[in-house]
Structures are given as C-alpha cells and as structure tokens.
C-alpha cells in the first residue's frame, strides 16, 4: 500500500509525464509545420514514450492499491526559433525531469518504501538515455551550423526512430545482455580446460 505522501508525489509525476508527452507533440506539430517531417517523427516518438511513461505510473499506483488523481496538464509552448532551440528545450526538460525523478528516489528512501525505490530505478536509467540522446541532437545542429544540407540528412537520420513500448526495450535490453553473457561464456569456454572450444582437451 503507498503511503499518502508517496501516492501524491507519484502521481504528480504521472502529471510531469503527461506535459512532457504534450511538449512534445506541440514541438511534433512546430516541426510538421515548417515541413521537416524527420525532426516531426523523433518528436512524435517522443511523445509516444512519454505517455508510455505516463501509463506506468498509472499503473503502478494501481498495483499499490492507490487511487490516481488526473489533473490539468499546462499548456506547452507552440513555436520555437529554429531546431536547435527546439532541441535545447528537449535537453533542458529531460534535464529538470531527472531532478524529478531523483527527488522521488529521494523520497522512497525517506519514507523506507522499497517496492517505489525499486520501480523508479528504470526510470533513473531511462533519464540518462533520455538526455544523452537529446544533447547528441543538440550536438549535431550546431555542428551543422546554418548549412541546410545538413540540416536535411539529420532530418533523413531523424526520421529512422520508430516507437518501441517501454516491455519491448526490456526485452531488447535482455537479449543485449544475454548476448554479451553468450559471447563472454564463449570467451571463457576457450579458456577453461576442457571448454567447449578447448580443442586439445577435445580431441582426447
Ligand atoms: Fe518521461
Ligand atoms: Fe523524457
């Protein structure tokens, strides 16, 4: 059972995920509007994780027999300047999300709540690929500076994201590591006397 001061914070953070979700869509809508389709689709992606985001809070206040309370979402900005300020509000948000997040692991640990502690740990990885990926953006604008060239081939590059719900990138994490714990048995295989590939012991 959540405790009331663990329900409330929770569910305020179902509401900063949602007005992420709503930024996001806003900047998709911005970048549909001055025709740079690619930049629109990653925004898009964007959006969509964000609500996913949403939904396991949702979920989770469920699971701990909470009641979720929905509030207004603010109203996100419509129009940017140019790519790149679009991309710095990206880093900039995903940035004060994290503080969020680890406000809400500071939480956990204060109220002794393990089962929260625990779920917010994807959450803590999340926020690291999330603004390392919207800083490599912000990198590669600048990099391209003004010239419309390359600005074309981030949005060809940009287009490529496709949405992968939160339980797909779990799998694909696994079969990452099950992979790697493969090729590393293999390597150890060759090493252990009597391994699989240690061909002196198998030609005995
Ligand atoms: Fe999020
Ligand atoms: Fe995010």
Known sequence: MLK???KKAINKQLNAELYSSYL???MSAYFESVNLKGFA???NVQAQEELSHAMKFYNF???RGGKVILSNIDPPQTEWNSPLAAFEHVYKHEQKVTSLINSLVDLSISEGDHATNSFLRWFVTEQVEEEASADEVVEKLKL???????LFMIDR???QRVFAPPTAQTQVEVNKTS????QELSGIMNIIPGGK????TTNL
């Open 197 to 200: 590939n240690d061909k002196e």
């Open 4 to 6: 009331v001061k663990m």
């Open 157 to 159: 590059e940009l287009a």
């Open 24 to 26: 996001y869509l806003s």
């Open 179 to 182: 992979g790697i714990w493969q």
């Open 144 to 150: 391209s500076g003004k010239s419309a060239g390359g």
């Open 61 to 63: 206040i469920l699971e």
């Open 41 to 43: 689709n990653w925004m």
